[in-house]
């Protein structure tokens, strides 16, 4: 799945860091999230965690919106670091969900001794 063509689902860039969800693949009772950090910072981009979150409802209006936390199941060729001026394309595996009407796939980026966090 790496080295296959890929969709670009969702980009957000930040501070230099560019994270990218490119490919969803559902596979019987697991689904495979192909994704991509590239770093132009200047700095090394250590990662602390990378967490999924499913939402539901308006972030505007509190009464109604949840964010469900996504287990992960296995983590492929995930680094711990990426150096300045490269970009790195690892897989998350996660049980199989189905999003609804109105909700939305959350990815949440948090760097180990820094304040940089993407939410994608």
């Given at each position: 799945?790496?080295?296959?063509?890929?969709?670009?689902?969702?980009?957000?860039?930040?501070?230099?860091?560019?994270?990218?969800?490119?490919?969803?693949?559902?596979?019987?009772?697991?689904?495979?999230?192909?994704?991509?950090?590239?770093?132009?910072?200047?700095?090394?981009?250590?990662i602390d965690y990378l967490?999924?979150?499913?939402?539901?409802?308006?972030?505007?209006?509190?009464?109604?919106?949840?964010?469900?936390?996504?287990?992960?199941?296995?983590?492929?060729?995930?680094?711990?670091?990426?150096?300045?001026?490269?970009?790195?394309?690892?897989?998350?595996?996660?049980?199989?969900?189905?999003?609804?009407?109105?909700?939305?796939?959350?990815?949440?980026?948090?760097?180990?001794?820094?304040?940089?966090?993407?939410?994608?």
């Amino acid at each position: 799945m790496l080295k296959s063509s890929f969709e670009r689902i969702k980009t957000k860039r930040k501070k230099g860091i560019k994270i990218q969800l490119q490919k969803m693949v559902y596979n019987t009772s697991e689904v495979y999230l192909v994704i991509e950090i590239k770093n132009r910072s200047g700095i090394d981009f250590e990662i602390d965690y990378l967490n999924v979150y499913r939402t539901n409802g308006n972030n505007k209006r509190k009464a109604s919106y949840q964010r469900l936390g996504q287990e992960v199941i296995y983590k492929h060729k995930t680094p711990e670091t990426i150096v300045n001026g490269r970009s790195q394309r690892f897989i998350y595996v996660l049980p199989k969900f189905v999003l609804g009407d109105n909700e939305k796939l959350v990815l949440e980026l948090k760097e180990t001794n820094g304040s940089r966090k993407i939410i994608l």
